[in-house]
């Protein structure tokens, strides 16, 4: 009890391990759950990420800002169940979010450079068919990628990828087979 003129004890981190609901259950704090999750998820959520973009450095900001999401998620209320799937989930969203901004600012490039914009691509790759395929499917616009990447490398059905997309399925549909047009043209393009 307390006494009058006393402040309410304030509540601490170590105060946050249970979580009593109105059920009268108690579960543990989703938080902590994912601080057990971390070392054993890390190595998958950067895998992840460094298969699909292939730059280290670019693949560490984003597991980053995927678990930065994560901890975000953990304090809304209902809280998620972390899992390595769960975050796996954060690290695509946060992909396909990278890819759209890095297309909004390639048209933005575009229309001021015109043309010009230097060529950065590296011709040793180009001798093994895998880092060829990477390579063409860089090159390819962020919503091109995006969707073919989504679609084919993460086997995602048609109506998930419009979903992460924000797109409806026939637009999503139209998309993927322009994507695999342009993705094809380009290919062909390297290996004649």
């Given amino acids: 009890m ?29 938080g902590a759950a994912l601080l057990e999750l971390y070392d054993a998820a ?19 900001d984003l597991t980053a800002e995927t678990f930065l999401a994560a901890v975000a998620a953990c304090r809304r209320e209902p809280p998620p169940t972390p899992s390595t799937g769960w975050l796996v989930g954060i690290a695509r969203h946060k992909l396909v979010d990278h890819w759209r901004a890095a297309e909004r600012e390639n048209r933005g490039l575009a229309a001021v450079a015109g043309p010009n914009i230097p060529d950065l691509t590296d011709p040793w790759d180009a001798h093994l068919d895998a880092l060829l395929a990477q390579e063409v499917l860089a090159e390819q616009s962020g919503l091109h990628r995006a969707a073919l990447t989504l679609r084919y490398l993460d086997g995602l059905p048609v109506g998930e990828v419009a979903h992460a997309l924000g797109r409806t399925r026939r637009a ?9 047009a342009a993705f094809r043209r380009s290919y062909e393009g390297r290996t004649r």
Avoid: F, M, N, Q
């Fill in 2 to 30: 307390r006494r009058s003129g006393e402040r309410p004890a304030e509540v601490g981190p170590s105060d946050r391990w249970r979580d009593v609901h109105a059920s009268g259950k108690i579960r543990p704090d989703p």
């Fill in 172 to 180: 999503t549909d139209a998309l993927l087979g322009r994507a695999r």
């Fill in 42 to 60: 890390l190595p998958e959520v950067y895998g992840y990420l460094l298969a699909r973009c292939g730059r280290r450095a670019l693949a560490e």
